[in-house]
């Protein structure tokens, strides 16, 4: 044989032997969800670009309790940090009373239309073996001294059951007029993460509550127009404004009231309703850590 000719084809095949490993390695580097489409829906790939101009405060929980848009830290009553819906999630023990305390920037008191929304992660707890949770527990509260209630007072209601919760909205406009948000057998609520947003639309006068990015209640409210929240004090999470150390209002404990065990996180309020495609595409994205 011709040894120019042995020689080219030793060469030839070390040549197709290096090519074959280089697409081999191309290959073994492929990642094939580069490759894959944008996450997207009603045209959002990311909660932040719902409506992030109307976004007037957001409390994310992942480490710190500082809310982003205002930069006010939140004051700390015993909650700790917990696993999250997303990151981290602001924990609390309603054996060890705790809840968190925050002054509301002029954006949040000066609302006339809203969206609130947050995630919840609800312990059940029966201590008298009766079938119901132990009392109201409170959620969200913008406080006002004045009254009872607070301006806004959300709270998961007497005689909810394991299987199904029963969470109340109270909204109250000039101190004057006030009404309620009643959510029936709210299934999956207890032990386990569901998404809560409440909107007001000054336009329609209409509360709309939503569950997991779905509408269950809507209500016209006894006022028209803009809402008007007045003596407003600090926001309230896990308990309610009567139930703090000492009281937010003029008004004490109640032995039918209680604190909140469970997580909160991804508190979001924003100074316009959300429609309910907006309110699903939230909901969805955040479901998926975006």
Same mark, same amino acid.
């Given at each position: 044989?011709? &040894?120019?000719?042995?020689?080219?084809?030793?060469?030839?095949?070390?040549? =197709?032997? !290096?090519?074959?490993?280089?697409?081999?390695?191309?290959?073994? $580097?492929?990642?094939?969800?580069?490759?894959?489409?944008?996450?997207?829906?009603?045209?959002?790939?990311?909660?932040?670009?719902?409506?992030?101009?109307?976004?007037?405060?957001?409390?994310? *929980?992942?480490?710190?309790? !500082?809310?982003?848009?205002?930069?006010?830290?939140?004051?700390?009553?015993?909650?700790?940090?917990? %696993? +999250? *819906?997303?990151?981290?999630?602001?924990?609390? %023990? +309603? &054996? &060890?009373?705790?809840?968190?305390?925050? $002054?509301?920037?002029?954006?949040?008191?000066?609302?006339?239309? *809203?969206?609130?929304? *947050?995630?919840? %992660?609800?312990?059940?707890?029966?201590?008298?073996?009766?079938?119901?949770?132990?009392?109201?527990?409170?959620?969200?509260?913008?406080?006002?001294?004045?009254?009872?209630?607070?301006? =806004?007072?959300?709270?998961?209601?007497?005689?909810?059951?394991?299987? +199904?919760?029963?969470?109340?909205?109270?909204?109250?406009?000039?101190?004057? =007029?006030?009404?309620?948000?009643?959510? $029936?057998?709210?299934?999956?609520?207890?032990?386990?993460?569901?998404?809560?947003?409440?909107?007001?639309?000054?336009?329609?006068?209409?509360?709309?509550?939503?569950? %997991?990015?779905?509408?269950?209640?809507?209500?016209?409210?006894?006022?028209?127009?803009?809402?008007?929240?007045?003596?407003?004090?600090?926001?309230?999470?896990?308990?309610?404004?009567?139930?703090?150390?000492?009281?937010? !209002?003029?008004?004490?404990?109640?032995?039918?009231?209680?604190?909140?065990?469970?997580?909160?996180?991804?508190?979001?309020?924003?100074?316009?309703?959300?429609?309910?495609?907006?309110? &699903?595409?939230?909901?969805?994205?955040?479901?998926?850590?975006?």
């Amino acid at each position: 044989m011709n &040894n120019k000719r042995f020689t080219s084809s030793i060469r030839i095949c070390a040549c =197709l032997s !290096t090519l074959a490993i280089i697409a081999v390695a191309c290959y073994d $580097e492929f990642d094939p969800a580069s490759y894959q489409p944008v996450f997207s829906i009603s045209g959002y790939t990311a909660s932040e670009e719902i409506q992030q101009e109307a976004l007037v405060a957001y409390w994310p *929980f992942d480490g710190n309790l !500082t809310e982003t848009v205002s930069g006010v830290e939140a004051e700390n009553s015993q909650t700790t940090f917990v %696993n +999250g *819906f997303k990151g981290q999630a602001a924990g609390f %023990n +309603g &054996n &060890n009373p705790s809840y968190l305390l925050v $002054e509301p920037s002029e954006a949040i008191i000066g609302l006339e239309s *809203f969206t609130l929304s *947050f995630w919840v %992660n609800a312990t059940f707890v029966d201590a008298d073996a009766n079938g119901s949770n132990d009392g109201i527990l409170g959620l969200f509260a913008l406080s006002n001294p004045t009254r009872f209630w607070g301006n =806004l007072e959300w709270f998961v209601e007497n005689d909810s059951k394991e299987t +199904g919760a029963r969470l109340k909205v109270i909204v109250a406009h000039n101190s004057e =007029l006030e009404t309620d948000v009643l959510v $029936e057998n709210v299934q999956g609520f207890f032990d386990a993460w569901t998404n809560h947003t409440l909107t007001y639309d000054a336009t329609t006068s209409t509360l709309t509550y939503y569950v %997991n990015g779905s509408p269950r209640v809507s209500k016209t409210t006894p006022w028209t127009g803009p809402v008007q929240f007045v003596n407003s004090g600090p926001i309230v999470m896990g308990t309610a404004q009567f139930q703090t150390t000492p009281s937010l !209002t003029n008004h004490g404990p109640e032995p039918w009231a209680s604190h909140f065990t469970g997580s909160i996180d991804e508190v979001r309020i924003y100074n316009t309703a959300l429609t309910a495609e907006e309110i &699903n595409a939230l909901t969805v994205l955040q479901g998926k850590g975006k």
